[in-house]
């Protein structure tokens, strides 16, 4: 098994209920294929760098999961095909970005406390 993550961009144009709707959809998709989930975050509305299908802001979301390899491709398929995503990117975390991506968690976890 190896550890990913995934960001995503949701158009901004989506409700609260529609954006979370979403976001369990591709979290649910991870788990049928065998996959633990290991963190979700939702970063909220930002703004763009630059303008994407006419959008300046989108809702950002990460996960963090363990699974396959072939997982990714699957996952890549149903982001290509919904058009609420306007940009996604997926990596494959060596064993310096898993400590990495836990150190950062911890952090906003004792921010937000």
């Not at 989930?37 to 760098?49: H, P």
């Amino acid at each position: 098994m190896n550890n990913y993550e995934t960001v995503f961009i949701l158009t901004p144009v989506l409700s609260d209920a529609q954006v979370e709707e979403a976001v369990n959809k591709y979290v649910d998709l991870l788990k049928e294929k065998n996959c633990e989930i290991v963190a979700k975050e939702n970063w909220g509305l930002k703004k763009l760098a630059y303008p994407i299908q006419l959008k300046k802001n989108g809702f950002y979301t990460l996960i963090e999961f363990k699974g396959e390899g072939t997982v990714v491709a699957d996952l890549e398929l149903a982001f290509k095909r919904d058009e609420r995503v306007i940009r996604y990117l997926t990596t494959k975390l060596d064993k310096h970005a898993v400590e990495y991506a836990v150190t950062r968690r911890t952090k906003v976890k004792a921010a937000k406390a």
